[in-house]
């Protein structure tokens, strides 16, 4: 597996759930609740216990509709995704995953990129994902409903959760109707309060005595008097399936009345014995195939044969008996092939059965038909009901690599945690299985745990190609477990020792620990070894034939080019991968978002708008059904940048929370981190108290030892001294940035480090040198084509550039063009190129002496105290507009946009 890209298969989805069930004919038609339903709310909650019809009602009401005008004026009206739901889906990604797959069978596009992102190691919090879902949704020409039934079964708060976070922001083309035997623990009374909750309650779904009549006389071919329907419908509270129930009983009773007089009692009490009438009147081999079947969830005819034993063909023909005898067989799909027993009977079926001798023998029949059919979560299930925990522990091991490769390991935790510890123990693979799965969950002590149980059933296992397999792959594992607690050390420890110990012919692990090895030169600052590595990585991949791997690598090693400076070098990385993903059609075309997302970034940089537009638009399209799991990360950073650039600071603070909530930890070094990116943007809003608070809260100090991994952080660093007028130990640690970064030959850091030298040199009134560190990131710059790393410094920046500018003027000097080139972008009046009016380099820039008033030059040194408007506004006891009005009035006359370029270009006037 790629440590950039995840190639996702999606996990099988049972289609039975999806289906709607049809309602029956003849049934009892009820259109009081129906026209409750058409009035429905955004939400809707049947809840009544076992045996009320809910489900019965949904499916009658579903079967009335038709199209109508949309509740958001668009479109061609109503549609209905369905979905049954059961207790494994309580955990979270299987119900999210579910709801797409129900979603989807009405519109069929829809939540592709919550989906792939949910079949990733580590999915992005449940509330971007809904988010995003939520967006397409309001975004769809037409209404939907969805319809979550049996919801009582789920328990799981972050389900509960999930479910809250999508009702609270619904959109209006979205309608949820939910039945559930209990209230689902959702805000059900501040949706009351707001008009925004439908409910049908037990009250409200019992029969009537109209409704009894006609169920019990006209349904089911009972001729009982008024008299005897009122006392069976006061007997049985209106319960329609004690009323069902009570029928079959009386079919071919001679005296109706005294049967409805003979029982009393509470439902369970009525239900137990009605069971007995029930099952009592089946022949015997018809009790038999109730009671054994009733250990299966879902039924067909093939299953059942094996389970029970009996000839090919019989399974079929009997469930066909049962569903025509109208015995609490609920179908499953439109060819009649899989059922299930109605719930509350199927409980009672199987609360009646025990545990005979031969109960294990039928689970284990039922294990081993799953197996042959491919459904080993199944297979598995049945084995540790047949407390065969041998055969559990096999079939775990066998489902692991699928399940793994589609990143269902919690799914697979869960099954294995069913076993016992002698089952697994014995078993280095299921350990070293286990090993990697809470590795992948985070877990990594439990995870050493298990290696270490790994090791001990190796110890006693003959030396083989297997054992060598196994044990590179403890130390390889051992290797990530290292890398993600930082360690590097141990991580590179452990990497070695993988090749050590891996067969010479295991290419994948071989590959899987070089790289692993390597990406610790990335985190170092190393790029060039970095950068090999990964050539080496897509050559071995290529030899696996594994183009995929290939191209995604591609812009992991851009990346790192971007790094260095070579933005040339970048873009034609990027290039030659898409022309390869090209080659290899829709597949590998699919996991290019990234490259068209980096080509954007880049382009935008050079200044090329159109074709940094074109690249944006290209990888939102691909975006959306990507599999990537760092896409919504990467896209929200890429998006805060433009916002950014664009002066558009509050939006671009906005997106950056957003990346933080889609962050995936991956193998990438995270360089710049999100509340590193916000202080700057702080700073360019004169917000300085933020940016101080960072520096507190991080405990940095410009006397620190520095590494490629801090750069960026005390780069910022320098930048929020540099807004604070406090320059002590600044030089220094910029000098000591600018050195690590020149001997790591990164020289996209270089020209970094070298404008903040510049502004920092200014600052201070060291014109000179301000100039000289200007000259040499110009210099370096030039031959890649940068702008918008000098642009977006802002009119601190357009004022040196300008005065470099006029420093070389009528020389024939190499970066002449290249500086009037990057004066020309800065586009706005206060940021427009030098003009003939200007003075000429050396004249020193100063105002009027009255240009600023007492009051304004007051409220400009409290600002570059770093006080906010609010403590101002209270120190000089003046209104809040009337501080902001000051501060306006200041920007406009020093020429500047925002508070930080204020307190520079008022250092350089000599003002503070």
Known sequence: MSVYYNSIMPAPVLTTKLYIPPPRAGMVLRPRLIERLNAGSKLTIISASAGFGKTTLLSAWIATLTPTPSASGRGEGVRVAWLSLDESDSDLSRFLTYVIAALQTIQPALGENLLAALQTPQPPPVESLLTSLLNEISALPSDLILVLDDYHLLDSKAVDAALTFLVEHQPPQLRLLIASREDPPLPLARLRVRNQLTELRTADLRFTPAEAAEFLNRMMGLNLSEVDIAALETRTEGWIAGLQLAALSMQGQSDPAGFIKSFTGSHRFILDYLVEEVLGRQPGEIQNFLLYTSILERLCGPLCDAVLGTPSGSGQSTLEELEHANLFLVPLDNERRWYRYHHLFGELLRQRLGQPREFS??????????????????????????????????????????????FLTAAWLGWVKKLPDAAICSRPRLCLQLGSAFSDDGELETSETHLQNAERALAGVADSYESKSLAGNIALIRASNAQNQGDLAESVKYAELSLLLAPEDDFYLHAQAVITLELTHWTTGNLEASIQAMRTWTEDMQRLGNQVFVIASAFAVADMQVAMGRLREAIRAYQQALQLADEHGAEAQQITAHHHLGLALIYHELGDSESSAAYLQTAADLGQRTTLVDWTHRWNLAQALLKESAGEWDASLDLLDEARRG???????????????????????????????????RGLSVTDEVTYLCEYEYLTLARVRLGEGVFTGVNDLLERLLALAETQKRMGSVIEILLTQALVYQAQGDHPQALAALERALTLA????????????????????SDFRRKIDGHSHPLLAYADKLLAAFGSPSNSPITSAEPPFGTPLSLPPDSLTPRELEILRLVAQGLSNTEISQRLYLALSTVKGHNQRIFDKLQVQNRTEAVVRARELGLL
């Open 361 to 406: 023998n039928y689970h284990l029949r039922a294990s081993v038909w799953y197996e042959a059919n491919d459904d080993l979560a199944k297979a598995f299930h049945h084995a540790c009901a047949a407390s065969d925990f041998e055969r559990g522990a096999r079939l775990a091991e066998v489902a692991w690599q699928g399940m793994e490769r589609n």
């Open 663 to 697: 962050y995936v930890i991956t193998a990438v070094p995270n360089l710049q981190p999100i509340e590193a990116r916000k202080t700057r943007i702080h700073l360019k809003q004169g917000r300085l108290d933020k940016a101080q608070a960072w520096v507190r809260e």
């Open 782 to 801: 030039k031959p890649e084509g940068y702008l918008r790393t000098f642009v977006d410094e802002g009119e601190a920046m357009r004022l040196l550039i």
